[in-house]
């Protein structure tokens, strides 16, 4: 991105530095270069000393785009093929020009490629549960590991801020956010009048066809949680919490449609990233349980693109789709 900066830490923060000199006769020249700058790291897997200014970053999972937005001195990532449609053309390249030392699971590690690439510091971004399929004792013994996985889907906001603090890139991530909330508090402003007082629904794209069910999503969720920012009001919750996404989604039966979405006054759904409709959702709006719904009826119905966005930069993509998808509101 043209915005972005070199940024190292200082002010403040540098008080939380704790300088180890090298040990053994070196001259005091020598004793300085080999003096490292640490800090410790409060994230997923415990209080964890790292470089306070990381020069070879490996990266998995959800902090795989945030590092490539925040231009953390990558060496290694896994790769991440469901966000690279969301990536600028400029992340894209540099996605495809990292090593790859990892596969879309976290069982698909390479241990031999993480130790190839030489890091300083390793950021396992996968959710606490998926933690035992790595063996963090072997990749500990390349580099201090900092895990810092997803919880609900909208923390995508406070894991990707921990992300970049850990690589050393926290200002390069508050400009991006602070470009994020001017965008999303004009759209709000847009649109004020328009949403006062409607009460929407949302259809996810993970419904199961071969089990008859489709995805109702509530505040929170993937396909909501950036339409929020801009002021849409997602009315219900569900019935029992899951835990992560299974706390602001479910899955009911096609059947209980009427019932899930009967009193939306509107309805969003996500779209894939090309403006097509997944089989999940395209199962939806194809039964007649759909079409007789109040709101689709009253032609109040908004598709929604780039939903599964988890970093301020792709987010912008998503308040956009959601500007284009909601402009028939100010018309009305």
Not at 19 to 31: I, V, W
Not at 88 to 101: M, P
Not at 239 to 266: N, Q
Request: aromatic residues 8%; glycine residues 10%; negative net charge.
């Amino acid at each position: 991105m043209s915005s972005r900066q070199p940024w190292r830490l200082a002010g403040a923060l540098a008080l939380t530095l704790a300088l180890t000199a090298g040990c053994g006769s070196a001259d005091p020249g020598e004793k300085a270069d080999a003096a490292a700058a640490t800090r410790v790291f409060a994230a997923d897997n415990g209080d964890i000393t790292i470089p306070a200014d990381p020069k070879r970053v490996v990266a998995t999972g959800y902090a795989v785009p945030v590092l490539i937005e925040a231009d953390a001195a990558l060496v290694g990532i896994s790769t991440w093929k469901r966000g690279l449609a969301l990536m600028t053309e400029e992340d894209l390249a540099t996605y495809d020009g990292l090593a790859k030392v990892a596969g879309e699971t976290a069982a698909e590690t390479n241990y031999e490629a993480v130790a190839a690439a030489k890091p300083d510091l390793i950021v396992i971004g996968v959710p606490q549960p998926v933690l035992a399929d790595i063996d963090m004792e072997r990749l500990k013994s390349i580099a201090p590991v900092v895990a810092i996985g997803p919880t609900t889907p909208s923390a995508w906001r406070d894991l990707s801020r921990r992300q970049s603090d850990a690589a050393g890139r926290l200002g390069t991530f508050e400009a991006t956010k602070a470009g994020y909330e001017k965008k999303a508090a004009e759209l709000a402003a847009k649109y004020k009048d328009a949403l006062d007082g409607v009460d929407f629904g949302h259809v996810g794209s993970y419904g199961e066809i071969s089990k008859g069910t489709f995805q109702r999503e509530f505040a929170g969720a993937w396909g909501t949680n950036i339409a929020q920012d801009i002021g849409v009001a997602y009315y219900g919750e569900v019935k029992k919490k899951g835990g992560g996404g299974r706390d602001v989604s479910e899955y009911p039966s096609i059947e209980e449609l009427p019932e899930s979405l009967g009193d939306a006054d509107a309805i969003t759904y996500s779209l894939d990233p090309d403006g097509s409709a997944s089989d999940a959702v395209r199962y939806v709006l194809d039964s007649t349980l759909w079409k007789n719904l109040p709101a689709v009826k009253a032609g109040k119905v908004f598709p929604l693109r780039y939903t599964e966005a988890a970093t301020y930069s792709s987010a912008l993509k998503t308040l956009d789709a959601a500007d284009q998808a909601l402009a028939p509101l100010l018309d009305r």
